[in-house]
């Protein structure tokens, strides 16, 4: 038995059974809601490290739940979704989502998404740094500080999700050095690029929070057909 709470938030009764069987044989504590009014009550209520939210709900949709989610919590966050259209996993993603499954999934894809996020959730949360001035990094008006896993733009604070963060940190870390999408997933996500799209809305996310006009960036820029980097100033 591990020390995990996952929550199931979907309205079909079946499918929120379904995965939590499977969760269960993995170990995990498992907790169920119906929509994302419940999820929300959930959330502040119990220690929850992860969730599984389904899209179409009814009371309070899960897109809307993900960016109350957020509002509060940097726990990763599985998106289900019915459609399988760009503009309805992109939507997802933007609004905060980690990563996302087309209905019908296989279980055990699910399984093996939860047990990633798990994993790089928990190396993230208890990452230890030493406390010196190699921890904060400053270019320009952006700094961002490893120890305290903060980034701040003129001295006002920019909330980042814990992939937002290990991205900016990754670019930042090598000034001047471009990384390629494919080389930014492997760091950050710690496995082999399989869903390469999700570092793009990422970085428009960065950029949308730390640039004053991020389709003019300052900081985060692209090099055309080969990567992203941050360079010095």
Not at 41 to 62: C, F, Q, S, Y
Not at 81 to 92: F, M, P, Q, V, Y
Not at 101 to 106: A, Q, R
Request: hydrophobic share 40%.
């Amino acid at each position: 038995m591990n020390n995990y709470n996952i929550l199931v938030v979907d309205d079909d009764k079946e499918i929120t059974e379904a995965i939590e069987i499977y969760l269960l044989n993995e170990g995990y504590k498992v907790f169920v809601a119906y929509d994302g009014m419940e999820a929300l009550a959930t959330i502040r209520k119990e220690d929850i490290h992860l969730v599984i939210m389904d899209i179409m709900m009814p009371n309070l949709n899960g897109t809307r739940a993900t960016m109350e989610i957020r509002k509060e919590k940097e726990i990763p966050i599985i998106m289900l979704s019915a459609k399988s259209e760009d503009s309805d996993i992109i939507l997802g993603l933007n609004l905060g989502a980690d990563d996302y499954l087309t209905k019908p999934f296989n279980p055990l894809e699910l399984i093996a998404r939860v047990n990633s996020q798990i994993r790089r959730y928990t190396r993230f949360s208890s990452l230890n740094s030493l406390n010196n001035n190699d921890n904060i990094i400053t270019v320009g008006a952006l700094e961002l500080d490893k120890e305290s896993k903060s980034v701040t733009v003129d001295n006002k604070e920019v909330k980042l999700t814990p992939l937002e963060f290990k991205i900016l940190s990754l670019l930042m870390s090598n000034l001047g050095r471009v990384f390629s999408i494919e080389e930014i997933y492997e760091r950050v996500w710690n496995e082999a690029p399989y869903n390469v799209d999700t570092v793009t809305v990422h970085i428009r996310r960065i950029r949308e929070k730390i640039e004053v006009d991020p389709r003019n960036p300052q900081y985060l820029k692209v090099v055309w057909g080969i990567g992203y980097k941050v360079d010095k100033k």
